[in-house]
């Protein structure tokens, strides 16, 4: 009886940890997935000085990262800058969390990332204290459904 106790753990295991991993990855989206979207801009901090808005600079700012690796830049509804872009984890030393990396091509300044539910936080690399908080812009749905008809 042992060894059919032990066969099936030993098949057993592998079975259901590959069935765990698949549904697992499958329902929860990777970190660069989450960056995808487009994304309004809703504050900048920088040490020793007052926080930067839309409200008190008078100006609207979108980013939209698309699953291709291209990142656009608009203010006030006007593109201003696009970049290629990818995205690398950086991994802490010991005792300290990975952090994940935009890396953005043709410009010097790349940006740390999280993804929190619909707020998105970049921290500039360039050693500037910056830190720029955005929240999702969630597309307008336009359902044209189809009209039913009485007989």
């Not at 057993?12 to 989206?29: Q, V």
């Not at 990818?86 to 802490?92: Q, Y």
Request: hydrophobic share 35%; with cysteine.
């Amino acid at each position: 009886m042992r060894s059919f106790t032990r066969v099936v753990f030993i098949v057993g295991l592998p079975i259901a940890g590959a069935l765990f991993a698949s549904c697992s990855k499958d329902a929860m989206p990777t970190v660069e997935e989450g960056l995808v979207g487009r994304w309004e801009w809703q504050q900048t901090t920088a040490e020793d000085r007052p926080a930067l808005t839309p409200s008190n600079t008078s100006h609207q700012v979108v980013v939209e990262f698309d699953r291709r690796g291209r990142a656009r830049f608009y203010q006030d509804g006007t593109l201003i800058s696009a970049a290629a872009f990818s995205v690398r984890r950086e991994m802490g030393g010991f005792g300290k969390p990975s952090k994940h990396l935009i890396i953005y091509r043709g410009y010097q300044n790349n940006q740390y990332y999280s993804v929190i539910g619909n707020r998105l936080q970049l921290q500039d690399t360039s050693g500037k204290l910056l830190a720029h908080s955005y929240t999702r812009v969630v597309p307008e749905v336009s359902a044209n459904l189809p009209v039913h008809k009485p007989h």
